[in-house]
């Protein structure tokens, strides 16, 4: 369970929160799989509270890196 806020590059916040899984593989290597969700009232972004994605994530040095997809989204 995770929350965290980002910053866009044109300083709007983003609540993002998740839940998910993960694990290492026999070489070691660390795998993620979450189910991220995102919150802001600001107006450029407020497509994003209406979207389910999911996000696929793996350990780059000290540093976790997720590509993440919508799924879900209002239409």
């Known amino acids: 369970d995770a929350r965290l806020t980002l910053l866009t590059d044109d300083g709007a ?3 993002m929160s998740y839940m998910g899984v993960g694990g290492y593989e ?7 799989h979450v189910s991220p ?3 802001t009232g600001d107006e450029r972004y407020e497509w994003l ?12 040095g000290d540093t976790v890196v997720y590509d993440v997809e919508i ?5």
């Open 37 to 39: 969700i995102f919150e």
């Open 26 to 32: 026999d070489n070691g290597d660390a795998w993620m």
């Open 71 to 75: 799924v879900l989204g209002r239409s």
């Open 13 to 15: 916040p983003i609540l």
């Open 49 to 60: 509270n209406g979207v389910q994605c999911i996000g696929f994530g793996r350990l780059d």
